[in-house]
């Protein structure tokens, strides 16, 4: 819900602390406004004590002179002089609000009525910046966040006010507010200014000391009399030994604002002239109406301002004006990697405490806490049973060079290639994959848009083609895909990819145990184990196999027939003779039947690599793909949500026996690999925190209405008669959706990346304001593939927003 208008300027006023004079500095501010002919309208959200003494009625009764200019407003007054928590409790005849969103929505109501007219607005908040809210446990910091308002800080002039000043400006910086300027009564006792002057304007921030104001004697006339006086003396800049006036600050609130309309509007042109995106093509895009400039983000949504969605400055036909900056949901979950909302609180205040204790340190043969916690954590959740060592990284992309090297260097040693000058060694995995953009990473995927243009691209590897599993006309459906060719199967019906089989429901499909011993299991084993056979006669050698398990994401958001996945895993764990090229159908036939008795921590094969970079950690409502498989792999990399979103990390698990692959006592049998940033203590901390907060949701059954509403161990955000109506909509191939993440195929005759016809669609549904407060949809196209992704917290009533804004567009 962001605020941003040309011509009215909007600032919100914090207190270091109570009894700071925020409320006379407020109408100091309003009267100087107003005195340079603008409009002013003031808000006090939520006001404690007797109204005849509230804030608002005072600045009603200290901005008379300016009676036809200023106008006041307080939205929930209550009778006790108390914390507005607390001060609620005892006033249940009061009206009060719902939550503190219903709130900030009253907040942002009156804001956009005020914008039927240009000048200013002040915001003035209750007590200090850490007040409590009226649903606690938030602040007025964290509640009124959305609004992301620039601040104006009332400093405190009194004994350890230089602290709580201090404090004060660092928690709004925290929690991403922009300070425009601050405020302080002169004191010439304790002189606070002597010292938070220089601070601030080292920092870039104006800081104003104000003359204080006279000291009450007589009677309340005459206070009425002298305080009126003292506000006509510091309207302007009022200069003194004593302090100030406020119309500077005024004038640099005014300057402030400008400068950020204008910032804002120039950013499209020079980053058209300055960067190089990814994944695009500059010819096509090219325009300042094509770029979207985030001005900052919360919770789902990002603040945006388009070029072409500029308005006029002036309001017309009595309308108030629109914000030049709009929410947009991130759908694409900032390319997967949002999930716990963007400027998380209990994230930052974790990067922040991590970045003051070390910054980066090195991490060959050290440790710190954060590391090493993250380690153990990762090695008892989604490593238990299997995993011993933890490896950190970068990114997805590297994590999975580091698990080739794992993998590739364990097969080396055990069937006998030394690989020191290269070789031809290849991987085994699935067509339509994508394990990153480094070389290694896509060498180990079949040729595609990713990487056919790279010249050193070669892919070194045998893909499968997988079975997919699609809600089509409302039918759970599991259909092979070409150029795999696939032999008849019984009770199946034929298609020109080979088959297409119906299930009962999409419980069914996931149901491994009950379709481990199916027809089905043993024919798409058979297809496995002889299409290996034939390629180790033709003399082909791999050294690992590489999964995305449950969904192919990047590949078109591909959700694979789990059944598929397992049955591949099972028969490159039992093909040893394959492998080392000895092919014998008796040891392969044993080894498949002993694999219930395998021991986890011991790699059969070769070993194999869970890439759930994308899929793992909740993004699929399951911790890891283990739960849905059945088996756990020999090396897992996880990234994107590992932090929630908020730093790149990445972590490659392996098995015991693939790190002892690498023991011995030359240093150049090791493990040769290593980053800069290895084991940064910020993403370490942040991704402890990140893994909590998933902990915490699970033993709060904070997903149990979602749970409820599938009935079923693999669950969706997304509602399940919802996809079910989807998948019969027009022009829609079929659906799936599974946790955070939603996926329609929609019918085009371009196949792929050449489609254009998701992008059309997409464009369309984020032209239009859905919800309430209403806010727009963003998110990327996959060739004629539609997906939306939600966070872990997103609320309900957002995701039914946005299926009932994706139904209304099919239809």
């Not at 400093?155 to 922009?178: F, K, M, Q, V």
Request: net charge negative; proline share 6%.
């Amino acid at each position: 819900m962001p605020m941003l208008y040309p011509k009215l300027r909007v600032h919100q006023v914090f207190g270091a602390n109570t009894d700071v004079g925020k409320t006379l500095l407020t109408t100091a501010l309003i009267r100087s406004a107003a005195s340079r002919g603008n409009r002013v309208s003031y808000l006090k959200p939520v006001s404690t004590g007797p109204e005849a003494d509230s804030d608002e009625a005072f600045v009603r009764r200290h901005t008379a002179p300016y009676t036809d200019l200023v106008q006041t407003r307080c939205l929930y007054q209550y009778r006790e002089p108390m914390s507005p928590h607390l001060a609620a409790q005892l006033a249940p005849d009061l009206p009060f609000p719902a939550s503190n969103d219903v709130l900030v929505r009253g907040v942002q109501k009156y804001i956009q009525s005020a914008s039927l007219s240009d000048g200013h607005v002040f915001v003035e908040t209750a007590g200090g910046v850490h007040s409590p809210a009226l649903h606690p446990p938030h602040t007025q910091a964290s509640s009124l966040r959305s609004l992301r308002l620039p601040s104006v800080l009332v400093a405190s002039p009194h004994l350890g006010g230089i602290s709580t000043t201090l404090a004060s400006y660092e928690s709004l910086l925290l929690r991403g507010y922009d300070v425009a300027a601050v405020l302080c009564l002169h004191d010439s006792y304790y002189r606070n200014d002597d010292f938070l002057r220089p601070y601030f304007e080292e920092r870039g921030i104006g800081f104003w000391d104000v003359a204080r104001p006279p000291e009450k004697r007589g009677s309340v006339a005459e206070d009425a009399v002298r305080l009126g006086e003292w506000y006509a003396s510091i309207e302007g800049e009022g200069k003194g030994e004593e302090g100030g006036g406020v119309g500077p600050t005024v004038q640099h609130l005014e300057e402030t604002h400008a400068r950020r309309v204008e910032e804002i509007a120039g950013m499209p042109a020079r980053t058209l002239d300055s960067v190089w995106w990814p994944f695009t093509q500059h010819k096509l895009v090219n325009r300042p109406e094509q770029v979207m400039v985030i001005d900052s983000a919360h919770g789902d949504h990002f603040d945006a301002y388009y070029a072409k969605s500029t308005k006029a400055e002036q309001p017309k036909e009595g309308r108030p004006a629109e914000s030049l900056l709009e929410p947009y949901f991130d759908g694409a979950a900032s390319w997967f990697t949002q999930s716990h909302g963007h400027a998380s609180e209990p994230l930052t205040l974790a990067a922040a405490a991590a970045a003051g204790r070390y910054g980066h340190v090195l991490f060959p043969s050290g440790t710190h806490a954060p590391a090493l916690e993250l380690a153990e954590k990762l090695r008892d959740t989604v490593g238990a049973g299997w995993a011993a060592r933890v490896f950190y990284s970068d990114n997805g992309s590297t994590g999975i060079e580091v698990a080739l090297k794992m993998a590739l260097r364990a097969s080396g040693r055990r069937y006998g290639w030394e690989g020191e000058i290269g070789g031809d060694v290849g991987v085994i995995g699935l067509r339509g994959g994508y394990h990153g953009d480094t070389i290694g990473a896509m060498d180990a995927t079949p040729a595609s848009t990713f990487n056919t243009a790279v010249d050193w691209y070669k892919g070194r590897g045998h893909w499968f083609s997988p079975p997919a599993v699609l809600v089509q006309d409302g039918v759970a459906t599991v259909s092979t895909t070409a150029p795999d060719v696939w032999a008849p199967l019984p009770d199946a019906t034929p298609t020109k990819e080979g088959w297409a089989m119906p299930f009962p429901s999409l419980a069914d499909v996931y149901d491994l145990p009950a379709r481990r011993s199916s027809p089905l299991a043993t024919y798409y084993r058979q297809h496995v184990r002889e299409t290996l056979k034939r390629l180790a006669a033709e003399g082909r050698q791999f050294g690992a196999l590489v999964l995305e398990p449950t969904c192919l994401g990047a590949g078109g958001m591909v959700f694979v027939d789990p059944l598929f996945q397992a049955c591949l895993v099972d028969v490159v764990r039992a093909s040893e003779d394959l492998f080392s090229g000895q092919p014998d159908r008796g040891a392969y036939e044993a080894a498949l039947a002993a694999l219930e008795k395998r021991n986890p921590a011991e790699w059969q094969g070769v070993p194999v690599i869970y890439d759930e970079v994308f899929s793992g950690l909740y993004r699929f409502g399951y911790h890891s793909a283990a739960s849905v498989l059945g088996t756990t792999p020999d090396i897992s990399v996880y990234a994107k949500i590992l932090t929630g979103g908020l730093l790149p990390l990445s972590a490659t698990l392996a098995s015991r026996s693939v790190f002892d692959a690498f023991l011995s006592d030359r240093k150049v049998d090791a493990l040769l690999h290593g980053h800069s940033y290895t084991a940064n203590p910020v993403g370490c901390a942040v991704a402890l925190k990140a893994l909590g907060m998933i902990e915490d949701a699970e033993r709060g059954d904070k997903w149990a209405a979602p749970r409820k509403d599938w009935a079923a161990e693999r669950w969706s955000f997304w509602r399940k008669d919802f996809l079910e109506e989807v998948s019969q909509a027009p022009g829609v191939k079929g659906s799936m959706a599974m946790g955070t993440v939603l996926a329609i195929e929609l019918q085009d005759s371009e196949a792929d990346y050449a489609s254009h016809v998701a992008q059309g669609f997409l464009d369309r549904l984020r032209a239009k304001q859905i919800g309430n407060p209403a806010f727009r949809v963003h998110s990327r196209p996959l060739g004629n593939v539609v997906y939306v992704m939600t966070s872990l917290f997103t609320p309900a009533e957002t995701v039914r927003a946005m299926e009932a804004a994706i139904l209304r567009e099919l239809k």
